[in-house]
């Protein structure tokens, strides 16, 4: 199965601005789009450092390094950006009606055959596919934050995904350098119904005053071994994101998954987590830990 040639990436922000960025490493023509200016140029700035680290870290070198600024593109004109792509990725946010309203303008706009992926950490493939005249071609494709260095990409067969179409999504995904496991559509898949649990749990222990911010990170790092504490991971996916997720599964699979007030008005708040500057902890612009 070969590789997609030009990929069209929706939604600028956490998780697009990586995706465009293993997509144009893979050599993949590639457009991103946002309607939010502001959004694409902090997007190439987010770019222009995982290039200098890549190369840096020895993984792409000076030529590919080039290739990928050269290959990225970006609009806030959806059809524009959807014109004539082989694979669109949307990774706008966790909203069903947002991403039934970007799926349906980037198939009319992408190739005929275009595979229509998803990036949605928890909903149902399914129902965001049912809005195409084709929901064949929808499929999810759940990457992982931060994109560039994480090394899964969890393929999500929907009801109506055609074997075809989950193929193209597996080639897709390895050409950008990623592993994939093929999961059903059910809420949350096999990552963040764990990851959601883990992290409502750390939210919970958090407003009982269990221990400090820190403490429970350091707790959870050292004791459980994981590489990230669970408050520091609430604050990478960013707390507005959580919330919907977690309010996604609440619905679906039960009230275990039900956010913690602390939650609610964090998000009320704006304490959105290292894109806001501040979530449970703090962070400077370019998303270093100020406080520990
Ligand atoms: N943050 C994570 O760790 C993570 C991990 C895996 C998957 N996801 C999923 O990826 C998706 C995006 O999450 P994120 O964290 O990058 O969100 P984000 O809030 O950082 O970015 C969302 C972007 O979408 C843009 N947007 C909104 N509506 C749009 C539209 N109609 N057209 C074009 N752009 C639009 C916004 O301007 C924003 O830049 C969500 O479905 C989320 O569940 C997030």
Same mark, same amino acid.
């Given at each position: 199965m070969n590789a997609p040639q030009s990929v069209t990436i929706v939604g600028a922000g956490v998780m697009g601005r990586g995706i465009a960025y293993v997509s144009a490493v893979s050599g993949a023509r590639t !457009?991103?789009?946002d309607l939010d200016a502001d959004q694409l140029e902090a997007a190439v700035r987010r770019i222009d450092l995982d290039v200098a680290s890549g190369v $840096? &870290?020895?993984k792409i070198d000076d030529e590919v390094a080039a290739r990928t600024r050269e290959l990225l593109s970006t609009t806030t004109d959806l059809a524009a950006g959807c014109a004539g792509a082989d694979l669109v990725i949307e990774a706008v946010?966790? &909203?069903?009606?947002?991403? #039934?309203?970007v799926l349906r303008t980037a198939e009319a706009a992408a190739a005929d055959d275009a595979v229509l992926a998803t990036n949605t950490s928890a909903m149902s493939? !399914? $129902?965001?596919?049912?809005?195409?005249d084709d929901p064949s071609r929808g499929v999810g494709m #759940?990457? +992982?934050?931060?994109?560039?260095?994480m090394k899964l990409c969890e393929l999500v067969r929907g009801l109506q !995904?055609?074997?075809d179409t989950m193929d &193209? %999504?597996?080639?897709?995904?390895? %050409? +950008?350098?990623?592993?994939?496991?093929r999961v059903e559509d059910l809420p949350g898949f096999a990552t963040s119904r764990i990851n959601a649990l883990i992290g409502n749990e750390a939210m919970r222990m958090l407003e009982e005053r269990v221990a400090s911010p820190a403490d429970i990170d350091t707790a959870i790092k050292l004791g459980l071994n994981h590489p990230m504490g669970p408050l520091e991971m609430g604050d990478l996916v960013g707390w507005d994101t959580r919330l919907d997720i977690l309010e996604y599964l609440g619905d679906t699979l039960g009230d275990r998954f039900k956010p913690t007030n602390l939650h609610r008005r964090m998000v009320a708040a704006g304490r959105l987590g290292r894109k806001s500057g501040h979530g449970v902890h703090r962070y400077d612009d370019e998303g270093n830990r100020l406080d520990g």
């Open positions: !457009t991103l789009v $840096e &870290r020895g946010v966790e &909203r069903m009606d947002v991403k #039934h309203q493939i !399914t $129902e965001i596919a049912a809005c195409l #759940h990457f +992982f934050n931060p994109v560039p260095k !995904t055609s074997p &193209r %999504a597996e080639a897709a995904a390895q %050409a +950008f350098g990623k592993q994939t496991v």
